[in-house]
């Protein structure tokens, strides 16, 4: 399965013009740990099991381009996750080999079979889901985390190119 660009962010707008010709690649690479760290908790708070929560964020990867941050994955259930889910039968159902454990509204677990029969009366009907936004809420909370830590960032690496200049002189 290919890979799917989830989100961008990128830095230039955050940098001032009189900056623009420093390199940022250590401000990046930092963005980029707090960022897969900020996914990887908003991941944790969405319903899915662990198992599922642990296979999501396995499949994440922050790829460091030169001037922002491309966030990709290769889990084909983040398209349905980010992008939401249309009602619709689910006619996959009808290749499980057990019987389909479902918990009902009252919390009982039931066990069902899938069968062409059961698909035929409208039975099998995924309600289908909302696009989630915990990709935006991680990437406007690590937009803001940028912000404030840039200026602190540019002026460590000025203050180390002054000492560095220093010594060599």
Same mark, same amino acid.
């Given at each position: 399965?290919?890979?799917?660009?989830?989100?961008?962010?990128?830095?230039?707008?955050?940098?001032?013009?009189?900056?623009?010709?420093?390199?940022?690649?250590?401000?990046?690479?930092?963005?980029?740990?707090?960022?897969?760290?900020?996914?990887?908790?908003?991941?944790?708070?969405?319903?899915?099991? =662990?198992?599922?929560?642990?296979?999501?964020?396995?499949?994440?990867?922050?790829?460091?381009?030169?001037?922002?941050?491309?966030?990709?994955?290769?889990?084909?259930?983040?398209?349905?996750?980010? =992008?939401?889910?249309?009602?619709?039968?689910?006619?996959?159902?009808?290749?499980?080999?057990?019987?389909?454990?479902?918990?009902? =509204?009252?919390?009982?677990?039931?066990?069902?079979?899938?069968?062409?029969?059961?698909?035929?009366?409208?039975?099998?009907?995924?309600?289908?889901?909302?696009?989630? =936004?915990?990709?935006?809420?991680?990437?406007?909370?690590?937009?803001?985390?940028?912000?404030?830590?840039?200026?602190?960032?540019?002026?460590?690496?000025?203050?180390?190119?002054?000492?560095?200049?220093?010594?060599?002189?």
């Amino acid at each position: 399965m290919p890979a799917m660009i989830a989100t961008s962010i990128y830095l230039k707008p955050l940098i001032p013009t009189a900056l623009a010709g420093m390199s940022f690649d250590r401000v990046l690479r930092r963005l980029q740990r707090d960022l897969l760290k900020r996914l990887k908790a908003k991941l944790q708070q969405t319903t899915f099991s =662990d198992r599922a929560k642990k296979a999501l964020a396995r499949a994440m990867k922050i790829e460091v381009m030169p001037s922002s941050l491309r966030v990709t994955t290769n889990h084909p259930a983040f398209f349905p996750l980010v =992008d939401g889910q249309a009602k619709g039968q689910m006619t996959w159902l009808t290749k499980a080999k057990r019987p389909i454990p479902i918990i009902t =509204d009252t919390g009982k677990l039931i066990f069902r079979n899938a069968t062409a029969k059961s698909m035929a009366n409208g039975s099998w009907i995924h309600p289908g889901r909302k696009p989630s =936004d915990f990709v935006s809420k991680a990437k406007s909370e690590a937009r803001k985390f940028l912000k404030g830590k840039l200026v602190a960032e540019v002026r460590k690496q000025i203050r180390a190119g002054i000492q560095r200049a220093a010594r060599s002189q």
